[in-house]
């Protein structure tokens, strides 16, 4: 069965920072790899995602996320964070072109003005 | 531009009463996902359906039940609700495109098993 792992939990950065959250997943075939924002309060918002072509990705809000295949990993990258980047993250994984995704756990990022 | 329409918002209900929830998909998407995100968890996946019938099945308890509609909306419907039942539950829409499937998501519905 595939599984998505998320290196960190939490984060706590401050703003202008760096982030670089990671994701690495398990599974051996063709996969679309996503990652998804979600405010407080607010239902998950798609940052960008990563079908087929170009590893690195750019989504909205200034992130971008490199896949790379032989490491299994899409790792999600902002290089100056703002406050209002505070949220949840989530990396999923989707086995087939379409279907259900898999979540990661999630990591809560806290951005300190 | 138009999102997915979940209701309602806010739900709460006795143990052992009945839930339905509702999902309207983004126009013109004819396949619906339906995910459950407990308190401090990753939303897990339940069902989902394509053309009105149901594509994939998850961890759904066998207490729930959906289906779709001819008009592409969905609905939840839960019945012995239990404690753990407590949860966020999302929807999401997409348009069965290998080329543009991303899966949109709803508001979600909070449900509160009292």
């Known amino acids: 069965a595939q599984s998505v792992s998320q290196h960190n939990h939490h984060v706590i950065l401050s703003e202008a920072a760096s982030l670089e959250l990671g994701c690495n997943y398990s599974?051996?075939?063709?996969?679309?790899l996503f990652w998804y924002v979600q405010y407080p309060g607010q239902h998950l918002q798609l940052l960008l995602k990563?079908?087929?072509?170009?590893?690195l990705v750019k989504g909205i809000k200034g992130f971008e996320a490199e896949f790379i295949k032989s490491k299994f990993s899409f790792n999600l990258r902002k290089p100056s964070v703002q406050w209002s980047d505070t949220a949840e993250y989530f990396c999923?994984?989707?086995?087939?072109?379409?279907?259900?995704?898999?979540f990661g756990a999630g990591t809560q990022v806290v951005v300190t003005p | 531009a138009a999102g997915v329409i979940q209701s309602p918002r806010h739900l709460i209900k006795e143990k052992r009463e009945t839930a339905t929830l509702k999902c309207y998909p983004i126009?013109?998407?004819?396949?619906v996902y339906w995910y459950q995100q407990g308190p401090g968890q990753d939303p897990q996946f339940l069902i989902s359906?394509?053309?009105?019938?149901?594509?994939d099945k998850g961890s759904i308890p066998d207490r729930f039940s959906a289906q779709q509609f001819s008009d592409y909306h969905s609905e939840l419907n839960m019945s012995s609700l239990e404690l753990g039942d407590s949860a966020l539950y999302f929807c999401?829409?997409?348009?069965?495109?290998?080329?543009?499937?991303?899966?949109?998501f709803g508001p979600g519905t909070r449900l509160t098993v009292l």
């Open positions: 999401a829409s997409s348009p069965r495109d290998r080329r543009t499937d991303t899966q949109y």
């Open positions: 599974y051996g075939g063709t996969v679309n």
């Open positions: 990563y079908f087929s072509g170009d590893p």
């Open positions: 999923a994984v989707r086995a087939d072109s379409w279907g259900k995704l898999q």
């Open positions: 126009p013109r998407h004819d396949t």
């Open positions: 359906f394509y053309e009105k019938m149901q594509s």
